[in-house]
């Protein structure tokens, strides 16, 4: 059983539209993360979230963490093909331990 | 350049070898951390280590020890390979601000 729970597991979308994604357990985090990552490659962190209710911006990528500060959400506007990859989001535990939920492979076609 | 450098990037092993992957990080990061990575489950940890001389146990340790003797490396032993150990593993450092990762080590146990 994963500490977090992504959803969904696999989002296939068109060019220009919208998604999002979620992050969720029943566990608090002091902070949590969100990647994204490659074939082939390491994960490449793309914003941390600390405060709950916290909201943050990276270009055409929006971040939340929730008030409770056991979620999270990721939402992308516009898609474009370069965002096609495995996004995962990272929670550290009570053990200052990270663990990461099983990930949303996205791919968004041209 | 700066950063988190596994080795090997790919190694195959027969059932009941040893090896150690290595890692080493060079931005005097306290904590670093080991990682599998399994199709469909993202990322599992293995161990970690929250500064020289100090490891602890992740999610799956079994079959896998650590040691911290410096900052700079924390290196992965496996001391009798199995075929369930054939995955994709990973290092990171850093703490609960970002991690950033090593491109990976592609290990096969038949």
């Known amino acids: 059983t994963q500490l977090l729970e992504q959803s969904p597991q696999f989002l296939s979308i068109q060019e220009g539209e919208n998604l999002t994604v979620y992050c969720n357990s029943s566990?608090?985090?002091?902070?949590l993360q969100w990647y994204r990552q490659e074939p082939g490659e390491g994960p490449v962190l793309l914003v941390t979230?600390?405060?709950?209710?916290e909201v943050k911006k990276l270009k055409r990528l929006t971040f939340q963490f929730g008030d409770a500060r056991k979620d999270s959400s990721l939402h992308i506007t516009a898609a474009q093909p370069g965002d096609t990859g495995l996004y995962l989001c990272?929670?550290?535990?009570?053990?200052?331990?990270?663990?990461f939920g099983a990930g949303t492979r996205l791919t968004v076609k041209p | 350049n700066a950063g988190v450098t596994q080795t090997p990037k790919f190694q195959v092993l027969k059932t009941g070898q040893s090896m150690t992957l290595q890692c080493a990080q060079d931005?005097?990061?306290?904590?670093m951390s080991w990682y599998r990575q399994d199709p469909g489950m993202g990322l599992r940890l293995i161990h970690y280590?929250?500064?020289?001389?100090?490891?602890d146990q992740g999610e799956v340790p079994n079959g896998y020890n650590v040691s911290r003797s410096t900052t700079e490396d924390f290196p992965l032993r496996l001391l009798s390979a199995a075929p369930s150990q054939t995955s994709v593993y990973f290092c990171?450092?850093?703490?609960?601000?970002?991690?950033?990762f090593g491109s990976g080590t592609r290990l096969t146990v038949v």
């Open positions: 990171a450092s850093g703490r609960n601000y970002g991690y950033t």
């Open positions: 979230v600390v405060t709950g209710g």
């Open positions: 566990s608090v985090f002091s902070s």
């Open positions: 990272a929670g550290e535990g009570s053990n200052n331990d990270m663990r």
């Open positions: 280590s929250v500064g020289a001389g100090i490891t």
């Open positions: 931005m005097n990061h306290e904590y």
